[in-house]
């Protein structure tokens, strides 16, 4: 989706579910909500994993033998 009033270059692709709330400049990748550049979305979901990973509960870190 994209909000209104935002500018949309050419050969923009908004990925799945994003949704543009600024400007994009064109031949942009972008992914997300807010829209952000496929990279940074990635990135970002990379460290959300690594965070629920590390706060994981004790019970649910060590397997049952």
Do not use: C, W
């Not at 600024?22 to 959300?48: E, H």
Request: aromatic residues 4%.
């Amino acid at each position: 989706g994209v909000a209104d009033n935002v500018t949309v270059g050419s050969d923009v692709v908004l990925g799945g579910a994003a949704i543009a709330l600024t400007n994009i400049d064109a031949g942009s990748f972008m992914m997300g909500y807010p829209a952000v550049p496929m990279l940074t979305f990635r990135a970002q979901q990379r460290k959300l994993r690594q965070t629920a990973e590390i706060h994981k509960p004790v019970s649910m870190s060590r397997q049952s033998d």
